[in-house]
């Protein structure tokens, strides 16, 4: 059973480009979260998803930032006009809920760079 | 004050020491209580979790959550060179917040051969 598979693993990109992240859950797993961690800080929440459905993104930045979890597909973290504070490691859990509560497992992450 | 407090360390340990990692917090609404381990640059992994008060074992890990006192403790025997990594502790509510783990700081940890 794969776990959850985040891709790309690296991202640089310039001062105002567009950052796409994205998430598969494991298989089975309809609810995702979305964590963002910078450097010597622990991990913060952004937003959990379930399929077409934002449940809770008060961690989420009022600006640029979005997020979605389609019907089909992977879920996909936004990030427009991205500037330099943006760069951190940000990681997508999923969890089955239902099955063990709130357990979540975490993918690889996506280490985003802006120059 | 944050409402997850973990000392960051970092912690150096010789082979074979017993380790005690310590999380307190302040939100009474918690729940679930989780430790994960992440190594450098890689995503954590879960290795315990508790519902409510308690102690569970798990090979040579044990964790304890007292809600009295609004803390919790991973306890690592026998420790090894293989767990050196950072570890972070988590706790989440169904019903206050939804979904979501507010997370420790994390502490590093180093066991020395």
């Not at chain 1, 500037?83 to 709130?102: K, L, T």
């Not at chain 2, 960051?8 to 010789?14: A, D, E, F, R, W």
Request: hydrophobic share 30%; with cysteine; glycine share 10%.
């Amino acid at each position: 059973n794969a776990g959850v598979m985040q891709n790309p693993r690296h991202l640089v990109r310039r001062r105002g480009q567009e950052a796409r992240l994205r998430c598969s859950p494991m298989k089975g797993h309809s609810h995702v979260y979305w964590y963002r961690q910078l450097p010597e800080e622990g991990l913060k929440f952004m937003v959990y998803l379930q399929k077409e459905n934002i449940i809770d993104e008060s961690g989420m930045p009022k600006e640029r930032f979005s997020a979605e979890f389609p019907k089909e597909g992977p879920s996909i973290l936004r990030i427009q006009q991205v500037v330099r504070g943006d760069s951190a490691a940000y990681f997508c859990a999923s969890s089955p809920r239902g099955q063990g509560g709130m357990v979540e497992f975490f993918g690889p992450g996506t280490r985003l760079t802006v120059l | 004050q944050k409402e997850v407090e973990q000392d960051p360390g970092p912690l150096s340990v010789p082979e074979g020491a017993i380790v005690s990692l310590n999380c307190t917090y302040s939100n009474s609404a918690f729940q679930y209580f989780m430790w994960y381990r992440q190594y450098s640059r890689k995503g954590p992994e879960l290795l315990m979790y508790t519902y409510s008060s308690g102690n569970k074992e798990d090979g040579r890990f044990t964790a304890q959550v007292d809600k009295s006192s609004k803390y919790i403790s991973l306890f690592i025997r026998d420790s090894q060179p293989s767990d050196s990594a950072t570890y972070l502790c988590a706790m989440g509510s169904l019903y206050n917040q939804g979904g979501k783990l507010i997370f420790g700081q994390g502490t590093e940890l180093s066991v020395k051969p």
